[in-house]
């Protein structure tokens, strides 16, 4: 009897561990199968990451690429400028305007030409009057005198403004230094230097000693010399001036080229090949002469 509680007991001992050992190697089995699943999923992360920084790597190689394209033209167009700048230089058309205004001047030589700069970097002697002034024919208030081509192509742009309906007068053209100076230090007196260089030029670099530069007014109105922009005919003007040889001289978006506030109302003579270069290309005159 002994003996068969014994071996009951040992059969029951092994049945149990048998079940433990079962259970134990399910259990890691199912562990291993998890180990196995994290694996992958990091292995697929892995390649998920890779194809990321491939594709950032390429975007970037990609973005290098266009940089040095864009370098490349801006250099091209640095040189194009520098290139356009010496051959500027080399007709003649060239004045350095940089620095402040007043501070690096030259003096206009060849002052029989009808395409000089005249502006704060490039004035005109003290003693100069051009030898062909003639009286405008169309004069307002005052007897304007401008040079002969210059006055003749305003005669021509006189009748063509009557022809669509406006009559277009002369208000003033040549002033001599003199005369410039008492405008010049009137305005220095009454608003200071500051705001006197903005609206006159210094004795010596008004455009108004050259005698090809004219002051307009539009159907007769003296009221003020800006009501020219209000005129519905204005625009014709404009469109047209060029025609006969003339540019805006000072516009509305010029200003830091031309170094004055706009004038609506003051045409200069150029000749009709350089007025129609300059307003095909909205170019001021100062930058034609490289401003």
């Given at each position: 009897?002994?003996?068969?509680?014994?071996?009951?007991?040992?059969?029951?001992?092994?049945y149990?561990c048998?079940?433990?050992?079962?259970?134990?190697?399910r259990?890691?089995?199912?562990?291993?199968?998890?180990?196995?699943?994290?694996?992958?999923?990091?292995?697929?992360?892995?390649?998920?990451?890779?194809?990321?920084?491939?594709k950032?790597?390429?975007?970037?190689?990609?973005?290098?690429?266009?940089?040095?394209?864009t370098?490349?033209?801006?250099?091209?167009e640095?040189?194009e400028?520098?290139?356009?700048?010496?051959?500027?230089?080399?007709?003649?058309?060239?004045?350095?305007q940089?620095?402040?205004?007043?501070?690096?001047?030259?003096t206009?030589?060849?002052?029989n030409?009808?395409?000089?700069?005249?502006?704060?970097y490039?004035?005109?002697?003290?003693?100069?009057?051009?030898?062909?002034?003639v009286?405008?024919?169309?004069?307002?208030?005052?007897?304007?005198?401008?040079?002969?081509?210059?006055?003749?192509?305003?005669?021509?742009?006189?009748?063509?403004?009557?022809?669509?309906?406006?009559?277009?007068?002369?208000?003033?053209?040549?002033?001599?230094?003199?005369y410039?100076?008492?405008?010049?230090?009137?305005?220095?007196?009454?608003?200071?230097?500051?705001?006197?260089?903005?609206?006159?030029?210094r004795?010596g670099?008004?455009?108004?000693?050259?005698?090809?530069?004219?002051?307009?007014?539009?159907?007769?109105?003296?009221?003020?010399?800006?009501?020219?922009?209000?005129?519905?005919?204005?625009?014709?003007?404009?469109?047209?001036m060029?025609?006969?040889?003339?540019?805006?001289?000072?516009?509305?978006?010029?200003?830091?080229?031309?170094?004055?506030?706009?004038?609506?109302?003051?045409?200069?003579?150029?000749g009709v090949?350089?007025?129609?270069?300059?307003?095909?290309?909205?170019?001021?005159?100062?930058?034609?002469?490289?401003?």
């Amino acid at each position: 009897m002994k003996r068969s509680i014994i071996f009951f007991c040992i059969a029951a001992i092994v049945y149990m561990c048998g079940l433990n050992l079962s259970a134990i190697n399910r259990y890691f089995s199912e562990e291993k199968k998890e180990i196995q699943k994290i694996e992958e999923k990091e292995k697929q992360e892995k390649k998920e990451e890779n194809k990321e920084e491939k594709k950032s790597t390429k975007k970037k190689v990609e973005e290098k690429k266009v940089a040095k394209s864009t370098e490349i033209e801006e250099e091209k167009e640095v040189k194009e400028e520098k290139e356009s700048s010496k051959e500027v230089k080399t007709s003649g058309k060239y004045v350095d305007q940089s620095g402040d205004p007043y501070t690096n001047t030259v003096t206009v030589s060849n002052l029989n030409d009808i395409d000089i700069l005249v502006n704060k970097y490039s004035g005109l002697p003290s003693d100069y009057t051009p030898s062909d002034l003639v009286t405008v024919s169309n004069s307002g208030e005052h007897n304007a005198q401008m040079r002969a081509p210059a006055a003749q192509a305003f005669e021509q742009m006189v009748v063509a403004a009557s022809q669509q309906g406006f009559i277009l007068n002369a208000c003033s053209a040549f002033r001599s230094y003199d005369y410039q100076s008492g405008l010049y230090y009137n305005g220095v007196n009454g608003y200071g230097v500051e705001y006197a260089d903005r609206y006159w030029t210094r004795p010596g670099f008004s455009e108004h000693q050259t005698g090809l530069a004219v002051d307009i007014r539009m159907d007769n109105d003296t009221s003020d010399l800006d009501a020219v922009r209000y005129n519905s005919h204005y625009p014709w003007l404009l469109k047209h001036m060029h025609e006969y040889g003339f540019i805006l001289r000072y516009p509305d978006d010029k200003e830091d080229k031309t170094k004055i506030a706009p004038e609506s109302w003051h045409l200069r003579y150029v000749g009709v090949d350089l007025a129609t270069y300059l307003y095909e290309n909205n170019l001021s005159l100062d930058e034609y002469y490289g401003a």
